[in-house]
């Protein structure tokens, strides 16, 4: 006769994820100052490519202030309504994310890329607004470097892609996500200036909006793919299910796994197994030893946390 499922849940919120938490401010203070010295050479020389870029990073500042906001309110304990807890909220703020940074990020630059191709005007000051540029590349390129630091851990030896389509912190995949469409942004505007600088034709200006807008839409268009398919219902990482599957076939109590599902609730994880277990001497010893194989896996897995287990014992 087949045992009654066990079910067990650790108890408290978990903190949200160290690297995910300092890659989403270092993302935030870097774009703050960014934001501010393009906004400053977009006045001075009416570049298109700069103010793109300068609306392009206050978008920037606003999404990480929501990644937060999601960050947070995923932390809510479970309720009657949301037994499970409210991990996925998370998925929601990367989304809206994702479509400020298509809307008024990526429109509005391709916009006022062709507006000013069709009202070309001279611009001034070209030499400051390059060096402020520049050093909006270096300040980029140092948040992107904090972001992959984070990305680093759970990436392993794979590609930057592969843990692109993998991961399940969708907070991280989104500031890596605007971290590389502003540095490639920027790269895009300073080689628009320089070309007008060289030539005196604002044309490679509106060009160079029009090119930024264009990389923002596409970012976006990636990021949201990825983001509704977290949103729709994503198991765990398949190394993290490889991984909960030999652990649990290494217990001494189990003979194998008959069946094994997951589900990703942003930082939290659950687990409903079907297992053949090894012959007990009593119901009382098998439950006993069902209890102690998820208190194992629940201290075992903890990045993300294995919140919920659901144990059924089978005949296999």
Known sequence: MKAAPTTSE????EPPKAGSLKAVLTALG???GIAAAKSVAAFFTGSGALLAEALHSFADCGNQ???LVGMKQAQRAPDEDHPMGHGKVAYFWSMMVALLLFSVGGAFSIYHGIHALQ?????KYLVPSILVLAASVAMEGYALRGALQAVSAERGSGSLWSWFRATRQSELMVVVGEDVAALGGLAVALLALVLTAITGNPVFDALGTIA?????VVVAGVVLFEVKSLITGESASPRLRSEIQAFVEA???VERV???LTQQYGDYIMVALKVKMRRMESDLALVAAINEIEERMQHRFTNPRLKYSFFEPDLG
Not at 10 to 13: H, K, Q
Not at 212 to 216: M, P
């Open 258 to 260: 008959v069946n094994m």
């Open 65 to 67: 202030l929501l990644l």
């Open 212 to 216: 930024v807008g264009a990389l923002l």
């Open 30 to 32: 870097g774009n703050l």
């Open 251 to 253: 217990q001494p109590e």
């Open 119 to 123: 009202h070309p005007e001279p611009l």
């Open 10 to 13: 650790a108890s408290g919120a």
